[in-house]
């Protein structure tokens, strides 16, 4: 969790560095955000607390919850997630077809090739 927390306190703060006016607000809400679930993870992992570490994981939850609504914007609805289902299955089904209808005009070195480079691409 430590490395994670460097990498991705890093990672968003040189993508965030330079926010037009307009984005300004939400660049320094995702920020502290993130740094500060980043925080409230490592503090609560630790083997014992005093009343201070009780003091400041509360804390950063309490910031956490209050900078959280930046991110709902790009949460996915379960009606999103089956239309894409659905769009990933069609365009799996098309090239399927596509394949049968392929394999059948093709000669057995043919039919060998393309099964060998589906299974390079990870296809049935």
């Keep these: 969790m430590w490395n994670f927390s460097r990498c ?3 990672v ?3 993508t965030l560095q330079n926010p ?3 984005q300004y607000y939400d660049f320094k809400s995702s920020l502290k955000c993130v740094c500060t679930l980043v925080g409230y993870c490592l503090m609560a992992q630790e083997r014992s607390h005093t009343p201070d570490t009780v003091v400041y994981i509360e804390r950063y939850l309490q910031t956490f919850h209050r900078t959280k609504d930046i991110f709902l914007e790009f949460r ?4 999103m ?3 894409a289902n659905r769009q990933d299955r069609d365009v799996r089904e098309l090239m399927a077809n596509q394949r049968a209808n392929e ?3 093709n000669t057995a070195v043919k039919h060998r090739r393309t099964v060998d480079q589906q299974r390079l691409e990870g296809g049935n």
Excluded: D, G, V
């Design 8 to 10: 991705i306190s890093a």
């Design 12 to 14: 968003l703060a040189s």
């Design 76 to 79: 996915t609805s379960k009606a």
């Design 103 to 105: 394999s059948r005009h």
């Design 20 to 22: 037009y006016s307009s």
């Design 81 to 83: 997630r089956a239309e």
